[in-house]
């Protein structure tokens, strides 16, 4: 286990205000797991401030490596380009704004067995405001009873994934609609999945742009198509 790679990546788009202590706190992690490790940001065609940003970090971080998007792709495209570019045998994300605790780590790594594919956290308890939890709520049921998922928290990304399961699974998703897909996937592949709970906390700056009815709806059409392609049309390869 201590000779596995590790790949520890954070999707990026503005999200200057956490980043530095999220990599601080991934690097101290890592170390108590393996010696092995990389620490990868992609940017998601951030502004130039954020951009500099992790361009000071780049020079005071060794282990850091920077991929780039010329314009912003999605939530879903960020992660497909953390799992293209991570070299570790095992790969895990988290998002860039601070409401998940990244030194967590260590327990979906405790978690972890060779075979398994994914280990995928779940808030205990999660602390958004009264609507994004009521709406997260019925997101999740919805999903999850639609796309027959295996897990009880689709919208946690907390997560630590074999990179062999990418052998089979074929992301093609550029918005968050991405960790439904993921998640039905590797479960279609047969990868074992375990799950682990995991804190979450209040946003520390900024906040979401998903929740506006524009969003919303856009969300809805991007997941009646995934539910069709692969429900309906078994269509799990390309």
Request: aromatic residues 16%; hydrophobic residues 40%.
């Amino acid at each position: 286990m201590k000779k596995l790679k590790l790949t520890i990546f954070f999707p990026y788009l503005d999200d200057w205000a956490t980043i530095g202590s999220l990599l601080l706190l991934a690097g101290n992690q890592a170390r108590k797991i393996t010696s092995n490790y990389e620490l990868l940001v992609v940017n998601d065609g951030s502004n130039i401030k954020s951009t500099q940003a992790l361009e000071v970090y780049k020079k005071q971080i060794p282990k850091l490596r920077l991929i780039k998007h010329p314009y912003n792709l999605g939530y879903g495209g960020a992660l497909r380009s953390g799992f293209k570019f991570a070299r570790g045998e095992l790969i895990f994300y988290t998002d860039g704004d601070g409401q998940y605790d990244v030194r967590e780590l260590e327990l979906l790594y405790r978690a972890y067995r060779p075979g398994i594919g994914m280990v995928n956290g779940y808030k205990t308890k999660r602390h958004d405001p009264w609507y994004r939890i009521i709406l997260g709520s019925i997101y999740h049921r919805l999903v999850k009873m639609a796309f027959l998922l295996p897990i009880r928290d689709t919208d946690c990304d907390f997560r630590l994934i074999e990179r062999r399961v990418f052998k089979n699974v074929k992301l093609f998703e550029n918005t968050g609609t991405i960790c439904v897909e993921l998640v039905k996937k590797i479960d279609h592949f047969g990868y074992k999945i375990k799950e682990v709970a995991v804190s979450h906390y209040d946003r520390p700056s900024g906040f979401s742009q998903f929740f506006n009815f524009l969003r919303l709806y856009k969300t809805f059409i991007r997941l009646y198509k995934l539910w069709w392609k692969l429900i309906v049309m078994k269509s799990y390869h390309v």
